[in-house]
């Protein structure tokens, strides 16, 4: 599915230039969960934005070939990039709500995607949300952390994507959502040749959803092994 060389992620700000990410190789085959583990400031958020050029290039020069069933994703035009971010590869960062426009009321991005309402009635229905008349009224800075996190993965679901990345999911809620969040990603990347892409420092999380997990430490990232080696102690302390 996806192929990654990260040679070089520089980060400048003159006078100073410093180097983020280098050396980094992984794939991604449809079918699993793929957890990358690692501190506060290893650079987890910086790598998954270079995988479809997120990064600001005003600040962050990149040196990468990211294949996306064997097309190099960075090479294409703006057009063909914010279509592959739109149907097949979708996002749900850690600060979600920051990834709305706080002047659309959350209506805006739902029927964007959607005629047919029964599949999202399901899915808020699952996640604990308010009904759709409600929440469709509402705008992105009147509801919680926790509950923009849930709207932008159910969003992310209803695209139906190849891939979805993940960014501290779990962060902003408690542990029984932490639970529906492990159940729906266990569920999307059986309904087919789909796949999913965490960064987290949650250990246990990593531990009870993925197929695969990484390190990231020092600016590299390990291979992916099966979540059964993990070791809490090969993350934290290295």
């Given at each position: 599915?996806?192929?990654?060389?990260?040679?070089?992620?520089?980060?400048?700000?003159p006078?100073?230039?410093?180097?983020?990410?280098?050396?980094?190789?992984?794939?991604?085959?449809?079918?699993?969960?793929?957890?990358?583990?690692?501190?506060?400031?290893?650079?987890?958020?910086?790598?998954?934005?270079?995988?479809?050029?997120?990064?600001?290039?005003?600040?962050?020069?990149t040196?990468?070939?990211?294949?996306?069933?064997?097309?190099?994703?960075?090479?294409?035009?703006?057009?063909k990039?914010?279509?592959?971010?739109?149907?097949?590869?979708?996002?749900?960062?850690?600060?979600?709500?920051?990834?709305?426009?706080?002047?659309?009321?959350?209506?805006y991005?739902?029927?964007?995607?959607?005629?047919?309402?029964?599949?999202?009635?399901?899915?808020?229905?699952?996640?604990?949300?308010?009904?759709?008349?409600?929440?469709?009224?509402l705008?992105?800075?009147?509801i919680?952390?926790?509950?923009?996190?849930?709207?932008?993965?159910?969003?992310?679901?209803?695209?139906?994507?190849?891939?979805?990345?993940?960014?501290?999911?779990?962060?902003?809620?408690?542990?029984?959502?932490?639970?529906?969040?492990i159940?729906?990603l266990?569920?999307?990347?059986?309904?087919?040749?789909?796949?999913?892409?965490?960064?987290?420092?949650?250990?246990?999380?990593?531990?009870?959803?993925?197929?695969?997990?990484?390190v990231?430490?020092?600016?590299?990232l390990?291979?992916?092994?099966?979540?059964d080696?993990?070791?809490?102690n090969?993350?934290?302390?290295?």
């Amino acid at each position: 599915m996806l192929i990654a060389d990260i040679r070089k992620v520089t980060l400048n700000t003159p006078p100073c230039s410093r180097v983020l990410l280098s050396g980094i190789n992984f794939r991604l085959d449809p079918g699993f969960i793929y957890t990358i583990l690692g501190k506060n400031g290893s650079g987890k958020s910086t790598l998954i934005k270079t995988l479809t050029g997120l990064n600001d290039n005003r600040f962050y020069e990149t040196d990468a070939l990211v294949l996306f069933y064997g097309e190099d994703i960075l090479s294409l035009s703006e057009e063909k990039l914010n279509l592959i971010r739109r149907k097949k590869i979708k996002y749900v960062f850690q600060d979600a709500a920051g990834s709305f426009d706080p002047l659309k009321k959350l209506e805006y991005y739902f029927k964007l995607l959607l005629e047919d309402h029964t599949k999202l009635d399901d899915q808020l229905d699952f996640f604990l949300l308010p009904p759709k008349d409600e929440l469709f009224k509402l705008y992105p800075y009147e509801i919680s952390g926790g509950m923009a996190q849930r709207v932008a993965f159910i969003l992310a679901l209803l695209s139906d994507p190849d891939l979805i990345i993940m960014d501290e999911p779990t962060s902003g809620v408690d542990v029984g959502t932490a639970n529906l969040f492990i159940h729906k990603l266990k569920e999307f990347v059986e309904s087919g040749n789909k796949s999913i892409l965490l960064v987290t420092q949650d250990v246990l999380l990593a531990k009870n959803v993925s197929s695969f997990t990484a390190v990231l430490r020092d600016k590299r990232l390990t291979d992916f092994l099966p979540a059964d080696n993990l070791s809490t102690n090969e993350v934290f302390t290295g």
